[in-house]
Nanobody, 122 residues
């Protein structure tokens, strides 16, 4: 089992920045690829970013490319999502997830955090 706890969400204005953190416990953190997903009210959950076990490779949704950066610190068992130039359409609950596969498909992620709310006002 892997337990994931997100933090860092909040209410910001358009153009501001936030950094989300996801702390993992349980099994060996570096054994898992990690990802961030988000779900806005009335919408399906969508992929945001993912990072490989070592952190050597990342991938982003087109909607956040160039604004968001995913990173991880395996010594601290933590994955981060730096969000810059936030837009109102980034408003959502953000979830981190862990998988043994390098994938953007949420169905392949076995472990999920409880989510953290990000609200961007215009």
């Amino acid at each position: 089992q892997v337990q994931l706890v997100e933090s860092g969400g909040g209410l910001v204005q358009a153009g501001d920045s936030l950094r989300l953190s996801c702390a993992a416990s349980g099994r060996t953190f570096s054994d898992y690829a990690m990802a961030w997903f988000r779900q806005a009210p009335g919408k399906e959950r969508e992929f945001v970013a993912r990072i490989t076990r070592s952190g050597s490779s990342t991938r982003y949704a087109n909607s956040v490319k160039g604004r968001f950066t995913v990173s991880r610190d395996n010594a601290k068992n933590t994955v981060y999502l730096q969000m810059n130039s936030l837009k109102p359409e980034d408003t959502a609950v953000y979830y981190c997830a862990a998988s043994q596969f390098i994938t953007t498909a949420d169905g392949r992620y076995d472990y999920w955090g409880q989510g953290t709310q990000v609200t961007v006002s215009s």
